[in-house]
Nanobody, 124 residues
Framework: QVQLVESGGGSVQAGGSLRLSCAVS????????RAWFRQIPGKEREGVAV????????YLADSVKGRFAISQDSARNTVYLQMNSLKPEDTAMYYC?????????????????WGQGTQVTVSS
């Protein structure tokens, strides 16, 4: 069973930065990619950023292009989401996920494993 543990969430003012981390353990060989999604109450989870297992391909949602970046440290089996120029509309619970069923994974059903989430709150 794959385990994903997120960290790095918190509260920040608009224009600030945060870096989220996702430690991945017990990774089966078939995991292809890792992703960050976010969700606000009453809405579906939204794909934010995706990185392929080999780190050669990335995908960013239009809403975060130019502000967010996804990267991974294979030695630590950790995926990062660097978030800069944060806006109040970035406020959400951020989830780490792994095991893509397609590229890019755009919906919750497109990924097999999920973490518990970390809250990001951006105040104006």
């Amino acid at each position: 069973q794959v385990q994903l543990v997120e960290s790095g969430g918190g509260s920040v003012q608009a224009g600030g930065s945060l870096r989220l981390s996702c430690a991945v353990s017990r990774t089966p060989i078939e995991i292809y990619c890792r992703a960050w999604f976010r969700q606000i109450p009453g809405k579906e989870r939204e794909g934010v950023a995706v990185i392929s297992g080999d780190g050669l391909r990335t995908y960013l949602a239009d809403s975060v292009k130019g502000r967010f970046a996804i990267s991974q440290d294979s030695a630590r089996n950790t995926v990062y989401l660097q978030m800069n120029s944060l806006k109040p509309e970035d406020t959400a619970m951020y989830y780490c996920a792994a095991g893509c069923n397609r590229w890019p994974p755009l919906t919750e059903a497109d990924l097999r494993y999920w973490g518990q989430g970390t809250q990001v709150t951006v105040s104006s």
